[in-house]
């Protein structure tokens, strides 16, 4: 968990880093914020991930115990993971009624505790293929799934449409060996990613800083 947080935090570090090597040199003038402040600043972020990761550890016991549901803090976020069944019928893209309860509960902390994080979710599939349900491939059926997980939380809980994004990416992000029924059952799954606000870096160091000169326009 230690190991997760310190590499969002570095990716953070590094995008700063990015960030200031964009466009003319910069100097950094006296009284500037520090890159100790602005790692502070990025640390409260991934607390609010923490939060957040406690309450639908709380929120979710149940689905965890069943092993139906899955929380992880990774690199690229607060991961909550469905395996597909739990969500869907075989070979479907409507989401199962009985489902409802536990993707509010994740509804419930996207709008309370972390409402200013960007969402993304993801459809993933096992790599049998496409044969009796309809779909052109693995890619359409896993699309759909996190499309209807995207319009749930949006037209049914309110969830801020340009705060969510969908991909489906198929068979080609396993989590397992597909050459195992549970591997198979691991794969099928949809991702709910809480995604950090290392993108705004930029706009975190330079809304508290004072002015910052070009090397240019010193000389």
């Not at 803090?73 to 597909?84: A, C, N, R, W």
């Not at 459809?123 to 779909?135: E, L, Q, R």
């Not at 029924?181 to 995604?195: C, F, S």
Request: charged fraction near 30%; include cysteine.
């Amino acid at each position: 968990m230690r190991k997760a947080i310190r590499n969002i935090l570095f990716i953070a570090v590094i995008t700063l880093v990015g960030f200031s090597l964009v466009g003319c040199t910069i100097i950094f003038q006296r009284g500037r914020r520090s890159d100790t402040e602005k790692i502070d600043v990025l640390t409260s972020q991934v607390s609010e991930l923490e939060q957040a990761r406690r309450l639908l550890e709380e929120r979710l016991k149940q689905e965890i115990a069943d092993k139906q549901v899955k929380i992880q803090m990774l690199e690229k976020g607060l991961v909550i993971t469905f395996v597909s069944e739990v969500l869907f019928d075989s070979g479907k893209a409507k989401i199962k009624p009985e489902a409802y309860e536990s993707l509010d509960k994740v509804a419930r902390v996207l709008k309370e505790t972390v409402p200013d994080l960007d969402v993304g979710i993801e459809g993933h599939t096992d790599n049998v293929p496409i044969k009796h349900s309809g779909w052109k491939s693995n890619w359409e059926l896993s699309s759909a799934r996190a499309m209807s997980v995207l319009h749930y939380l949006v037209d049914k809980k309110g969830i801020t449409g340009n705060r969510v994004a969908a991909i489906g990416y198929g068979e080609y992000r396993p989590v397992a060996s597909n050459d195992t029924k549970e591997g198979r059952r691991q794969n099928r799954r949809v991702e709910i990613v809480i995604l950090p606000k290392t993108t705004k870096a930029k706009d975190i160091a330079s809304a508290k800083a004072p002015s910052v000169e070009s090397e240019e326009n010193l000389k």
